[in-house]
């Protein structure tokens, strides 16, 4: 009988293994999207590089892992695979991203995929053996692996706060949810707690993340909150010039004229002064005031904006 379960947990292990293999390779490639559009755009638009840094960290420390591991073949190869697409993920962000972006990914590379990765494994080989280096490599996989599935937070946040989906697709929810169950019940029928323990988390994260799209998903559709007005305000030589621009409306043009000075006029027909009889041009700052105001019940603060423009006559 004992012979029977053990025989039914190898193939468990063998299924949701290859399972998550391929669940997994998906997520991988979950922000493809997003590359195709900085290699189209040669840009990084903002993009952060922080999450591919924190992947590939996870995915090298977890393969180390089950280098160590007995029969951890399977963690192995999507691990590897893993490093492999997140590296080159990195290299492109590397490539298009700004001077101060590049400058910031690659310490932080320094930092947690050179230095810390490379702590965690001089320690355990120098300082543990056996067993007890797998066990202490596992709960620094599983300690990590609850920071990694905490990171959605500020995603479910957002998501609250502009009630709005965009961010938050829900193809990706999905697999990561599916994900995080395959390599659960992995963990469990292979007995190994330190890869089934944080995915429950994952599960639970997930679950929350695919109800929250149910809720907001025909909510407003952009991140961006709508813009209901915009209160514009000009002063020309200590002379306010009040404004309120709806969107759409013209600006006011005949107020400015009216206010405005000049030390020398133009010829009517549109031809220019001889450069050695013309006067020395004129200077005058008009400061421009903008109020940007969102509908967001109230709770979003205005935006204001004051420009200086230098006029010359």
């Given at each position: ?6 025989h039914?947990d ?7 293994g ?11 490639l979950a922000?493809?999207?997003t590359?195709r559009r900085i290699y189209k755009k040669?840009s990084?638009e903002?993009?952060?590089a922080?999450?591919y ?5 996870s ?7 089950g ?17 492999l ?5 990195i290299?492109?962000f590397?490539?298009y991203a700004?001077?101060d972006?590049?400058?910031?990914t690659a310490?932080?590379l320094?930092?947690l995929n050179?230095?810390?990765f490379?702590t ?10 056996g067993a007890?280096r ?8 599983a300690?990590f692996s609850?920071?990694?599935f905490?990171?959605?937070?500020s995603i479910m946040?957002l998501v609250?706060r502009?009630?709005s ?6 193809s990706?929810s999905?697999?990561?949810?599916l ?7 992995y963990?469990?029928f ?9 995915n429950?988390?994952?599960?639970s994260?997930?679950?929350v993340q695919?109800?929250?799209y149910m809720i907001?998903?025909?909510k407003?559709k952009?991140?961006?909150l709508?813009i209901?007005s915009i209160d ?7 002379h306010v010039?009040p404004s309120?621009a709806k969107i759409?409306?013209?600006?006011a043009?005949d107020?400015?004229k ?10 009517e027909d549109?031809?220019?002064m001889n450069?050695?009889n013309?006067?020395?041009?004129e200077?005058?700052?008009v400061?421009v005031?903008?109020v ?5 019940d109230g709770k979003?603060?205005?935006v204001?904006?004051?420009?200086i423009l230098?006029?010359?006559?």
């Amino acid at each position: 009988m004992a012979f029977i379960s053990h025989h039914f947990d190898v193939e468990m292990v063998v299924v949701f293994g290859i399972l998550g293999n391929i669940v997994s390779f998906f997520v991988y490639l979950a922000p493809l999207p997003t590359f195709r559009r900085i290699y189209k755009k040669k840009s990084t638009e903002g993009f952060q590089a922080i999450p591919y840094v924190v992947a590939l960290f996870s995915a090298m420390l977890t393969l180390y892992y089950g280098l160590l591991k007995p029969d951890g073949v399977l963690l192995i190869t999507i691990n590897t695979i893993g490093i492999l697409i997140e590296s080159v993920y990195i290299l492109l962000f590397m490539i298009y991203a700004p001077k101060d972006a590049k400058k910031f990914t690659a310490k932080l590379l320094v930092l947690l995929n050179g230095l810390l990765f490379g702590t965690i494994i001089f320690t355990t080989l120098t300082f543990s053996h056996g067993a007890e280096r797998i066990r202490i490599v596992g709960w620094t996989c599983a300690a990590f692996s609850v920071c990694v599935f905490i990171a959605p937070l500020s995603i479910m946040r957002l998501v609250i706060r502009t009630k709005s989906v965009e961010f938050m697709p829900l193809s990706l929810s999905f697999f990561l949810t599916l994900c995080a169950v395959m390599w659960f019940f992995y963990g469990i029928f292979a007995h190994d707690y330190f890869v089934a323990t944080p995915n429950v988390l994952g599960f639970s994260f997930g679950i929350v993340q695919m109800v929250l799209y149910m809720i907001y998903k025909d909510k407003n559709k952009h991140g961006i909150l709508p813009i209901v007005s915009i209160d514009m305000e000009m002063q020309v030589d200590k002379h306010v010039v009040p404004s309120t621009a709806k969107i759409g409306s013209e600006f006011a043009e005949d107020d400015l004229k009216k206010t405005a000075k000049t030390g020398s006029e133009m010829p009517e027909d549109g031809t220019k002064m001889n450069e050695q009889n013309a006067e020395p041009a004129e200077h005058q700052e008009v400061v421009v005031s903008v109020v940007i105001s969102t509908d967001h019940d109230g709770k979003e603060p205005q935006v204001h904006c004051n420009t200086i423009l230098s006029v010359e006559y």
